[in-house]
C-alpha cells in the first residue's frame, strides 16, 4: 500500500501471533490500526511474514484446533480476522524508529515514513541454526528439525524415538528435559566437555535414565531426505567424524530478537537484545510505545503467549490514545 502522509492512531509492526492479535484488538476499537507486516529474506535463516510459524509445519498445541494446524495456515487465519476488522497492511520492513518527535516517526526500508501517534513492537525473535548441511531445508519442510521441543517434542513422530538436542546452556537442558518424558533416548550434544547451564537444570536433566550427554561434538551435517535419519559430528579435539542415528533433532542454542531497528530509538533493550518490560504492564519506557510477543519475551515463546500479549498491549495502546484525547 502507498503510506498516507496523515498521522496514524496506532502503528503495529510485526505481523505474528502478537502482531495480528493486536491488530484485530485495536480493529474492533474503531482505531483503524496499519500494520507493518515485514517482506521476506534470508537472514541467513528465512525470515518471512507472520513470523516463525511460517517455518512450523504443524502446531498441535494452539487453543480451538483439535485436530491440529500448520503455522502458515494459522496465520492466514490470524491475518484474514485481523483484515476483517479493517485493519490495513503495508508490506515494508521499518529500518528505523524516531520516538523522540510526537507524532513518532518511523522510516521504512522503501525509504518512505509513516507518523504515528502510538506503536506497537511485535518483531518478534528468530531462532539461531547452527548452519550444518540440511538443517534449514529439513527444519523449513517438517522433516524432522525444530528449534522448538515444547511446541513440537510431544508429537506422534518423536514419541518413543533417539532424538538429539543441540545446546549447552539453560535452554538445552529445558528442552532435553522435556523431550524425556515422550523419547526413547535423549542425546544431548554439546561442543565443550562441560555445559554453561545451571547445575540444578543439568541435575534434573540428568536424573532421567534417557538422557545421555555427547561431549565435544559439533554438528556438520543432517543426513537424511525427506526426513531426518541421522546426525553427522566432528570432534572438536581430534577433528574425526562420526555419526549417530536419530529420529529427530532440536537445535536449542537461542534465539536473537529483532529489534536492530530500535538501534538509536531510545528504547531500552535488556543486555540479550529484547524489548525491557519492567512490569506485567506492554509499555515500553517511551509512553505510547509498547511492545508484545517474542520481542519482549525470552521464556515462555509460544504462539498463545504472544497472542495473549498482543491483547495486553492494544488494550493498553487503546486506552493511552483515549487518555491522551486522541480518537
Known amino acids: ?23 484485530i484488538y485495536c480493529a474492533r476499537a474503531n482505531l483503524a490500526p496499519l500494520c507493518v507486516i515485514g517482506v521476506p529474506r534470508s537472514d541467513p535463516a528465512p525470515v518471512l511474514p507472520g513470523g516463525q510459524l511460517m517455518l ?19 496465520m492466514e487465519h490470524f491475518q484474514r480476522q485481523a483484515k476483517r476488522f479493517g485493519t490495513r497492511i503495508c508490506d515494508d520492513d521499518v529500518v528505523s524508529c524516531d520516538f523522540q518527535s510526537r507524532p513518532f ?23 539461531n541454526w547452527v548452519g550444518a548441511t540440511n538443517e534449514l ?6 522433516g524432522g528439525v525444530s528449534a522448538c521441543a515444547v511446541c513440537d517434542g510431544a508429537l506422534p513422530v518423536y514419541r518413543g524415538k533417539e532424538l538429539a538436542v543441540i545446546g549447552g546452556g539453560d535452554t538445552a537442558m529445558e528442552e532435553a ?9 535423549v542425546y544431548v550434544i554439546h561442543r565443550r566437555d562441560s555445559f554453561r ?5 543439568q541435575d534434573r536433566l540428568f536424573a532421567s535414565p534417557n538422557a545421555v550427554a555427547v561431549w565435544n561434538k559439533r554438528l556438520v551435517n543432517v543426513v537424511g531426505d525427506e526426513r531426518i535419519e541421522a546426525v553427522e559430528l566432528e570432534d572438536t579435539v581430534s577433528g574425526a567424524r ?19 531497528f530500535l538501534t538509536g ?45 498482543g491483547c495486553q498491549a492494544a488494550l493498553e495502546c487503546e486506552r493511552w490514545l483515549a487518555a491522551k484525547g486522541i480518537h
Open 137 to 142: 531445508r529439513l527444519a523449513t519442510s517438517g
Open 1 to 23: 500500500m502507498t503510506v498516507s502522509s496523515s498521522v496514524e492512531r496506532v502503528v503495529i509492526i510485526g505481523s505474528g501471533p502478537a502482531g495480528w492479535t493486536a491488530a
Open 265 to 309: 530509538s531510545g528504547v531500552s533493550l535488556d543486555e540479550a537484545g529484547y524489548v525491557a518490560l519492567s512490569t506485567r504492564s506492554s509499555a515500553t519506557n517511551i509512553d505510547g510505545v509498547f511492545a508484545a510477543g517474542d520481542v519482549a519475551d525470552a521464556h515462555y515463546r509460544q504462539a498463545v503467549t504472544a497472542a495473549g500479549m
Open 56 to 74: 512450523t509445519t504443524e502446531v498441535e498445541n494452539y487453543p480451538g484446533f483439535p485436530t491440529g494446524v500448520t503455522g502458515p495456515e494459522l
Open 105 to 127: 516517526v518511523l522510516t521504512l526500508a522503501s525509504g518512505q515514513s509513516i507518523r504515528a501517534s502510538s506503536v506497537i513492537i511485535a518483531t518478534g525473535a528468530t531462532a
Open 242 to 260: 562420526s555419526t549417530l542415528r536419530v529420529d529427530g533433532l532440536f537445535v536449542a542454542i537461542g534465539h536473537s530478537p529483532a529489534t536492530r
Open 177 to 185: 528435559t522435556y523431550l524425556t518424558k515422550f523419547a526413547s533416548k
Open 197 to 201: 547451564a545451571s547445575k540444578v537444570m
